[in-house]
């Protein structure tokens, strides 16, 4: 009796199981708000060789797409923009021989007597224009002509007007720092050219655009200058630059290995095959501009982002699956949190090259993420803390009529519950709860009341989140 009431004694001492672990929390303060989100970060960026930008009746080219595509900003020209002769709409180019070649800048898309000079830049803008949107033309920098690149400014403005044309951004060159054929004429150039560009040449020539610009425009040009410019010694191109150009591309030794690989690209961790963090590039860009003097430092502008540098090869399921969506939202989500100002994707958002300009294809999730976020769109930022889970990023605004919205990114292959806990609300509001459609989970659109403690909510496993909070 004696050992088997020993036993009970020692069984009724045991201590209580521990509880389960509550919901990690998440605090938004709508009282405090900080800068805007910028509109101009859900751009697109277009090469001057697309054959698909035309005018709705060239039956040779896909008729314009319309409204709905979400864009608010396009970069004209990339990687093409520094081989582009303008006046002849002839793109320049090397063969597999070596052999110099002038071909036509639109591959027989388009015909119509109604563009001439500059047809392919022209024909982008009218689709700019039509959007609603805002242009960055990169101008050819690398022949070192500003007065040809002045001709170009003057033909859109007589095309547009003079206001449609003041309100483009001028970018000055492509990549300058890995320019072969600095100053070379385009008919001229040769294969084994090794005119660099250095960076005070870069600042130079800069600053001699800007005069040639604004004789055409009629106004101070807004400048666009690649981040070559800031290893420049000489400083005096501050105060003619509007923004300064970076580029991301997560990856650069081939499509990455998995999808939670891909979807940590903007943060990689330990071992990862990323080119590294998008942030660190953008705070190392910012340390940079701003040793020039408080309040003069351009804004940034990633006007060249995706997962690889060769655009994404579509043939790449990995690039259109759910982890490309989880990608674009926290990329997205990144250029928010460091206050970019214009932001370009320089690869198909839809299923085919043609997009999202034209009626061919259909988006890809990674273009659902970019649009859920577009609710965030001019939104003033608001604090968040603690810092969310590991894997779990977050942005939080303030929109017009007392409005919140918080974007939620999971970029682990589990999903995940916390508690969103907001403060300076009225006690009194409506939660509506946007999850995009994963493969395990076909999202949905549900409301519900916000209680006294917050929101619940459940993150599917590399899923993408946009909670809209309205006063009742």
Avoid at 37 to 49: I, T, W
Avoid at 99 to 123: D, K
Avoid at 333 to 341: E, I, P
Wanted: with cysteine.
């Amino acid at each position: 009796m004696l050992v088997a009431g020993a036993v009970v004694a020692q069984v009724r001492a045991r201590p209580a199981a521990p509880a389960a672990p509550s919901a990690p929390q998440l605090i938004v303060d709508a009282r405090t708000s900080g800068g805007v989100v910028s509109p101009l970060l859900f751009g697109l960026g277009v090469d001057v060789l697309s054959p698909t930008y035309s005018r709705p009746s060239d039956t040779s080219c896909t008729a314009f797409f319309g409204q709905s595509t979400g864009i608010g900003l396009v970069r004209i020209g990339a990687v093409t923009a520094d081989d582009y002769d303008w006046q002849t709409d002839r793109y320049y180019r090397f063969s597999v021989s070596g052999r110099r070649e002038s071909i036509p800048a639109t591959q027989g898309c388009f015909s119509s007597p109604h563009y001439g000079a500059g047809a392919s830049v022209l024909r982008v803008l009218d689709r700019v224009r039509q959007l609603g949107a805002t242009a960055v033309v990169v101008l050819n920098g690398e022949i070192d002509d500003p007065q040809n690149a002045a001709g170009l400014v003057r033909l859109i403005v007589r095309r547009y007007g003079a206001a449609f044309a003041q309100g483009i951004y001028w970018e000055i060159g492509n990549a300058p720092a890995t320019w072969q054929h600095f100053g070379v004429p385009l008919a001229d150039r040769q294969q084994n050219d090794d005119a660099a560009c250095l960076p005070d040449q870069y600042a130079a020539l800069v600053r001699s655009y800007a005069p040639a610009l604004q004789a055409a425009l009629g106004a101070p040009p807004r400048i666009v200058a690649d981040e070559w410019i800031a290893n420049a010694t000489d400083q005096s191109w501050i105060g003619t630059v509007t923004a300064v150009d970076t580029q991301y591309h997560a990856f650069t030794n081939g499509p990455p290995a998995d999808p939670g690989e891909l979807a940590g690209g903007v943060v990689p961790a330990a071992g990862h095959t990323s080119t590294g963090s998008l942030d660190q590039r953008l705070d190392n860009l910012r340390s940079s501009l701003g040793q020039y003097g408080s309040g003069s430092a351009p804004q940034i502008f990633v006007g060249t982002w995706n997962i690889d540098d060769n655009l994404q090869d579509q043939d790449d399921p990995l690039y259109g699956s759910q982890a490309q969506a989880t990608f674009v939202a926290d990329l997205l989500l990144h250029l928010m949190q460091r206050q970019v100002a214009m932001a370009a994707w320089s690869q198909p958002l839809y299923t085919t090259t043609q997009a999202p300009f034209t009626s061919v294809g259909s988006p890809r999730p990674g273009f659902h993420a970019f649009m859920l976020l577009r609710a965030l769109s001019g939104g003033r930022l608001l604090s968040l803390h603690p810092a969310p889970p590991r894997g779990v990023d977050a942005v939080a605004v303030r929109l017009a009529g007392g409005r919140l919205a918080v974007a939620l990114v999971n970029r682990g292959r589990r999903g995940t519950t916390l508690r969103l806990a907001l403060k300076g609300l009225p006690a009194a509001a409506l939660a509506t709860i946007h999850t995009l459609p994963t493969e395990t989970d076909g999202g949905a659109v549900t409301t519900r009341p916000v209680a006294s403690g917050g929101l619940d909510l459940r993150l599917p496993p590399l899923g993408v989140m946009v909670v809209g909070v309205s006063p009742r």
